[in-house]
T-cell receptor, first 115, second 114 residues
Framework: KAGVTQTPRYLIKTRGQQVTLSCSPI?????VSWYQQTPGQGLQFLFE???????NKGNFPGRFSGRQFSNSRSEMNVSTLELGDSALYLC??????????????FGPGTRLTVL | AQTVTQSQPEMSVQEAETVTLSCTYD???????LFWYKQPPSRQMILVIRQEAYKQQNATENRFSVNFQKAAKSFSLKISDSQLGDTAMYFC???????????FGEGTQLTVNP
């Protein structure tokens, strides 16, 4: 099976812009979770989508949003970018996500730089 | 809230030797999953090994094994016959549905020297 894919791999944006990141899960996986990784805060959970519904959300402002499509592909959007949004954004897929004890498999990440 | 602590920010080991990475966690739950992930310079997060808390037997995957001490809330990773390709940041992680997502430790940077 193909692994989790994320596009684009690298992005450079300026403050105030918005950005959309994409994630395609492993075939058959219905849960997609997003994480932000920064040197200062480490790895933090953003949100989880399951069957096109946001099931959980971490402690992030409303500028961070996402959605999931019927084929389980997911996008996350960050509006009004701030310098502090510069990070590696990781997507992970699993069969059931927080609906059960499940293993998450990660994509290669998208490196976002905000200037 | 669950917390995961990795007290060793950096470690190094000689090629072919054995190294142990430490991880402790705090939870009041009885059934949960623990994971070790590695993140090499490519930044791809790769699953190394997982342990179900209800299983007493320690998980093993080839050269990787864990020492799971549930009462002590300890979950260490042993890497045998270390290889240069094992050089990476290693993260310990905890999962307990329905709490969302993985809770990660701070990471341990492991360097394998030739």
């Amino acid at each position: 099976k193909a692994g989790v894919t994320q596009t684009p791999r690298y992005l450079i944006k300026t403050r105030g812009q918005q950005v959309t990141l994409s994630c395609s899960p492993i075939s058959g996986h219905r849960s997609v979770s997003w994480y932000q990784q920064t040197p200062g805060q480490g790895l933090q959970f953003l949100f989880e989508y399951f069957s096109e519904t946001q099931r959980n959300k971490g402690n992030f402002p409303g500028r961070f949003s996402g959605r999931q499509f019927s084929n389980s592909r997911s996008e996350m959007n960050v509006s009004t970018l701030e310098l502090g949004d510069s990070a590696l954004y990781l997507c992970a897929s699993s069969l059931e996500g927080s609906g059960g004890l499940d293993t998450q498999y990660f994509g290669p990440g998208t490196r976002l730089t905000v200037l | 809230a669950q917390t995961v602590t990795q007290s060793q920010p950096e470690m190094s080991v000689q090629e072919a030797e054995t190294v142990t990475l430490s991880c402790t966690y705090d939870t009041s739950e009885s059934n949960y999953y623990l994971f070790w992930y590695k993140q090499p310079p490519s930044r791809q997060m790769i699953l190394v090994i997982r342990q179900e808390a209800y299983k007493q037997q320690n998980a093993t995957e080839n050269r990787f094994s864990v020492n799971f001490q549930k009462a002590a809330k300890s979950f260490s990773l042993k890497i045998s016959d270390s290889q240069l390709g094992d050089t990476a940041m290693y993260f310990c992680a905890f999962m307990k549905p329905p709490i969302p997502g993985l809770t990660f430790g701070e990471g341990t940077q492991l360097t394998v020297n030739p």
